[in-house]
């Protein structure tokens, strides 16, 4: 058996890179949320889908949910880590003069919703379908509205927040969950539970 120096801190080194890679079996999840039907577009993202219609006409063909591995976990991870490094966190008044401005964050600033489109698009290119990269507005314990990129996988819904470093399951979040994008129409939107409108576009 090897046991000199070099020899131990590599197989810590390997050792650490399996728990990450495997962090996920450990961000226990309550599963996928129960959705609902049709509801109402967010005026944000309806003004997106005007400006971009594209980005808002995507039906994806395979609704199953992303399989959970190491590597979508370290994507999620990493994504999220980078993403949020990089934004500097501006509302909309202060970039645009108006609320309510959905948009990538070209410049380097933005705020929730910019961060969300920022990660999901981000995702989408290394391979996860928009069928799992779902755009969520949900309110925070202090009233406020919140957006968050919500990932659906086979160990169930995890959320990219801006607002936190880490990757959580979506029932571990402190948040009340009110409205997402319909996995077979990027254009759509569903409920998730009953709540009054918000705005999502302050600093968040």
Known sequence: MISSPMARRLRACAL????FAAGWST???AGPMATGGPTSQPIGHYDFCKTSPAECSIHPGNLAPATMSGALWRKMLSVNARVNAAVKPISDIDIYGKD???AYPARGVGDCEDYVLEKRREL???GVSYANLLMTVVRKPDGEGHAVLTVRTSKGDYV???LDGKVR???RTGYRFLKRQAIDNTGRWVSIRDGQPVLVGAVQ
Request: net charge negative; proline share 0%; glycine share 6%.
């Open 27 to 29: 961000a226990a999840s």
């Open 124 to 126: 989408n290119r290394l």
């Open 160 to 162: 990219l927040d801006n």
């Open 100 to 102: 309510e401005v959905w």
């Open 16 to 19: 650490f890179g399996l728990a």
């Open 169 to 171: 399951s979506w029932d």
